[in-house]
C-alpha cells in the first residue's frame, strides 16, 4: 500500500507507530495472521491471511474480504493520522496484491518484504530496521 503522491509519510516514526500499532490491534482482535511487515518511507508492505472467523462475520460494508479489511485498515489508520499529525490525505486509492500459491513462494514472499529496506539502502542489516518485523510464524 502506497501513500498518496509517494509522500515519504512514514518517515515520521509517530506515524509508522500508528501503522504497527492498528497491524497489532487486528491481529490481536483475530481479523488477521501477520506474517510480517515492513514499513518503508513511503508504502507498506504486509503479509497477511484472513482468519476464518473474520471472514465468517457479517461486516457493516458487506462481505469480509480482503479488499474490505484493506479498505477498512486505511480508513482507520488516516483518521488516526489525521487527529495526530494532520495529514490527510495518507493512503494512496488503491493497493497491488499477490496471492501466495505455495510454501516456497511464503518464504520468498517474507524475505522479500523484510530484506526491502536492505535493498533500498536504507540499512545495512534487517536487525537494524525497526519498522519491519516478523510476527507470526509462516504456516509451513
Given at each position: 500500500m502506497c501513500t498518496v503522491d509517494k509522500q515519504r509519510y512514514f518517515c515520521d516514526s509517530n506515524i509508522s507507530e500508528v501503522i504497527i500499532k492498528e497491524l497489532e490491534y487486528r491481529r490481536l482482535s483475530r481479523e488477521i495472521k501477520l506474517f510480517c511487515y515492513c514499513i518503508m518511507p513511503d508504502h507498506l508492505h504486509i503479509l497477511?491471511?484472513?482468519?476464518?472467523g473474520y471472514t465468517k462475520r457479517a461486516g457493516a460494508f458487506g462481505e469480509r474480504t480482503l479488499q474490505n479489511w484493506i479498505s477498512a485498515f486505511k480508513r482507520h489508520t488516516s483518521r488516526m493520522v489525521v487527529?495526530?499529525?494532520n495529514i490527510k490525505p495518507l493512503w494512496q486509492s488503491n493497493f497491488y496484491d499477490h496471492v501466495v500459491r505455495n510454501e516456497e513462494s511464503l518464504v520468498d514472499i517474507c524475505n522479500y518484504i523484510?530484506?526491502?529496506?536492505?535493498?533500498?539502502g536504507i540499512v545495512s542489516t534487517i536487525e537494524e530496521y525497526p519498522y519491519s518485523k516478523m510476527v507470526d510464524p509462516l504456516p509451513i
Open positions: 497477511i491471511s484472513l482468519e476464518e487527529q495526530r499529525c523484510l530484506n526491502n529496506p536492505v535493498r533500498k
